[in-house]
C-alpha cells in the first residue's frame, strides 16, 4: 500500500520531527475510513514492521511472510470501515495471523517447513545450511542480551517447531513485547488461555533446545553436554 496514492490530494508531507500527518493515530484512521489512501499508507508505515516480523516467525520463509503482510494490509484497507476502536496494532497483527493460518489451511494445516528441513539445506551445496538473514534478530532475547549468531539461529529453528498457537502467544510476547490483554485481544482467546500458551511454549523451547544441544554453541551448553562433543 506504500506506493498506491501516496501525496495525492494531501498536501506537502509533514515537516521533519512532526507526527505523521501532524494527526494522532485514531485521526488517521478516521481519515482512511473516509477514503484517504495517503492516511492509510502513513498508518501502515507505522505498523509494517511488527506485521512482517509476526509473519515472518510464524511462517519462518522471508517471501511469503511479504506475500501474507501485504495481503494482510490490503484487506485492512477494504475492511477499515469496519474497525470500531481499540488497539488498531492488534486488529491489524489479528489480521496477519490469520491470513498465517490460511496459508497453513491451503497446505494441510501445518507449516510446511521443519527443524530436520531446514537443517538438511540443499543435498547439492557444500554450505552449510542457514537460515535468511532476515529471520535473526538481535533483540529476539527478551533480558535484551546480545546473543551469538549460532544460538539465535538455535532459537528460531525451534521457534519454528512450535505448534502455531503458542508460537504466535511467544512471539507476541516475547519477541514484539506486547502485553497478555493485548495478545489475548490478537489471538481471541481469554488472558488465561494466552497465559497458558506461552508458559507451554517456553517449556517446550527448552526442551527443543537441549534435544538439539548440538546446534548450541558449546559457551550455552551444559558441562555434560560440553564433554560429548
Known amino acids: 500500500m506504500r506506493d498506491r496514492g501516496q501525496g495525492k490530494g494531501h498536501g506537502p508531507d509533514p515537516a521533519p520531527g512532526r507526527p505523521l500527518g501532524g494527526d494522532g493515530e485514531s485521526a488517521l484512521v478516521a481519515r482512511a475510513q473516509a477514503g484517504d489512501v495517503d492516511a492509510f499508507n502513513r498508518l501502515v508505515e ?16 522471508p517471501d511469503t511472510a511479504a506475500d501474507i503482510t501485504q495481503d494482510a494490509f490490503l484487506s485492512a484497507f477494504r475492511a477499515i470501515t469496519g474497525f470500531r476502536g481499540g488497539s488498531l496494532r492488534a486488529w491489524l497483527l489479528r489480521i496477519v495471523g490469520n ?13 510446511s517447513t521443519s527443524l530436520d528441513a531446514l537443517l538438511d539445506g540443499d543435498p547439492a551445496s557444500d554450505a552449510p545450511p542457514a537460515l535468511p538473514t532476515a529471520l535473526v534478530d538481535e533483540r529476539w532475547n ?55 500458551r506461552i508458559s507451554r511454549a517456553r517449556g517446550h523451547m527448552r526442551d527443543l533446545l537441549r534435544a538439539r544441544g548440538e546446534l548450541l554453541p558449546s559457551a550455552y551448553r551444559r558441562p555434560n553436554e560440553r564433554d560429548q562433543t
Request: hydrophobic share 45%.
Open 142 to 196: 527478551p533480558e535484551g542480551v546480545a546473543l551469538r549468531a549460532e544460538l539465535v539461529e538455535a532459537i528460531q529453528l525451534a521457534l519454528l517447531e512450535l505448534h502455531p498457537d503458542m508460537r504466535m502467544a511467544l512471539v507476541l510476547c516475547d519477541v514484539q513485547g506486547l502485553a497478555y490483554d493485548e495478545i489475548a485481544e490478537i489471538t481471541q482467546t481469554s488472558l488465561g488461555t494466552v497465559k497458558s
Open 99 to 111: 491470513g498465517c493460518y490460511d496459508h497453513w489451511r491451503a497446505r494441510g494445516r501445518r507449516p
Open 46 to 61: 507505522r505498523h509494517q514492521e511488527a506485521a512482517y516480523a509476526l509473519a515472518l516467525r510464524m511462517l519462518g520463509d
